[in-house]
Structure formats: structure tokens, C-alpha cells
């Protein structure tokens, strides 16, 4: 079976608070297994980051989640073949991102941020340079 990874930003609705954010990881922890879907999600006050990577129906989920409430202005960033899983073990892997935001990647370069901050806008960045940042933030 083909592997797929998909990554897509979102701005963070005020409506969804912490609770909101609490409830989210509780519907990936209990429908993502059964859909052998890994991955994390990056939030901030303000933003969501998400990196889904399992079999072609993620652009399904993709799809669903776009239309929830607690958050708008989705981009996707990128969908793709995958060779192997980065997060295998992963069910959704989730951190707040502080808010001076990027002091976060302490070992970033000036590439990294510049990457970081077109994430967060919603801009055009490369599919690889996107899923290296996060792989980079969420497994150094
Ligand atoms: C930023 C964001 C990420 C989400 N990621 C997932 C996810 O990976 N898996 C999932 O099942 N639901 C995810 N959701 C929630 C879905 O939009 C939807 O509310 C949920 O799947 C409904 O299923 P449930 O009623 O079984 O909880 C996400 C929502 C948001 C706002």
C-alpha cells in the first residue's frame, strides 16, 4: 500500500481554547490508529500546524478537518508519496509552540525561521522544507 504525507497550516479560531485543543487530540488518539494514520500537530495562541502521513485517504481527513470550527484559512502546504513513516509510532504527537515562537528552535538556522514564519503565513514554501522543520522540532 502507498504511504502519503500531507502538511497544512491553519489559523487558530479564539473560540478554541485549551479544552478545544484537549478534545481535538482525543478524536485523533481514538480514529487515527484504526485509520493507520501518524503524524503531529503544532499549535500556538494563534496557529495549527499539522503533518498526517498514512494511506492516500489522509486528503480525506484533510478534507473533514477543514471544515471544523475551531480553527480557519486552512493551506495546504503539501501531499505526497512518502517512502517510510517519520513518525511511526505517533498516533498524534502534539506541542504549544510559546509564544515568542521562535526561540522554540534553538538549534534553527535563519532558513529554518524563515520557513517557520511562511508556514505561519500561510505562504508557499517547498514540501520538503516544510516536513524537515517539523522533523527537526519534533524529534531534536
Ligand atoms: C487543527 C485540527 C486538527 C485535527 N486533527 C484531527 C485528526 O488528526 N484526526 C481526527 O480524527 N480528527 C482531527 N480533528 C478533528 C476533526 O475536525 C473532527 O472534529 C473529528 O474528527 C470528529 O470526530 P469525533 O466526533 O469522532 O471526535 C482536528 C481538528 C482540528 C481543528
Redesign the pocket.
Same mark, same amino acid.
Given at each position: 500500500m502507498n504511504l502519503y504525507q500531507l502538511v497544512y497550516s491553519?489559523v487558530?479560531n479564539k473560540t478554541?481554547d485549551e479544552k478545544?485543543i484537549e478534545?481535538?487530540l482525543?478524536?485523533?488518539k481514538?480514529?487515527?490508529p484504526s485509520?493507520d @494514520?501518524t503524524?503531529v500537530?503544532l =499549535?500556538s495562541d494563534q496557529y495549527?500546524i499539522?503533518y498526517?502521513e498514512g494511506p492516500k485517504d489522509i486528503i480525506k481527513?484533510y478534507d473533514? @478537518?477543514k471544515?471544523?470550527k475551531? =480553527?480557519s484559512r486552512p493551506v495546504l502546504l503539501s501531499y505526497g508519496l512518502l517512502k517510510e513513516r517519520i513518525f511511526p509510532s505517533w498516533h498524534?504527537g502534539y506541542k504549544n509552540v510559546p509564544k515568542d515562537k521562535l526561540e522554540f528552535l534553538t538549534d534553527a538556522n535563519e532558513e529554518d525561521k524563515v520557513v517557520f514564519q511562511r508556514i505561519i503565513n500561510g505562504d508557499a514554501v517547498s514540501e520538503t522544507s516544510a516536513t524537515n522543520l517539523l522533523v527537526k522540532f519534533f524529534k531534536s
Amino acid at each position: 500500500m502507498n504511504l502519503y504525507q500531507l502538511v497544512y497550516s491553519s489559523v487558530r479560531n479564539k473560540t478554541c481554547d485549551e479544552k478545544e485543543i484537549e478534545n481535538i487530540l482525543n478524536s485523533c488518539k481514538k480514529n487515527n490508529p484504526s485509520k493507520d @494514520i501518524t503524524g503531529v500537530l503544532l =499549535h500556538s495562541d494563534q496557529y495549527f500546524i499539522q503533518y498526517l502521513e498514512g494511506p492516500k485517504d489522509i486528503i480525506k481527513l484533510y478534507d473533514l @478537518i477543514k471544515t471544523d470550527k475551531r =480553527h480557519s484559512r486552512p493551506v495546504l502546504l503539501s501531499y505526497g508519496l512518502l517512502k517510510e513513516r517519520i513518525f511511526p509510532s505517533w498516533h498524534m504527537g502534539y506541542k504549544n509552540v510559546p509564544k515568542d515562537k521562535l526561540e522554540f528552535l534553538t538549534d534553527a538556522n535563519e532558513e529554518d525561521k524563515v520557513v517557520f514564519q511562511r508556514i505561519i503565513n500561510g505562504d508557499a514554501v517547498s514540501e520538503t522544507s516544510a516536513t524537515n522543520l517539523l522533523v527537526k522540532f519534533f524529534k531534536s
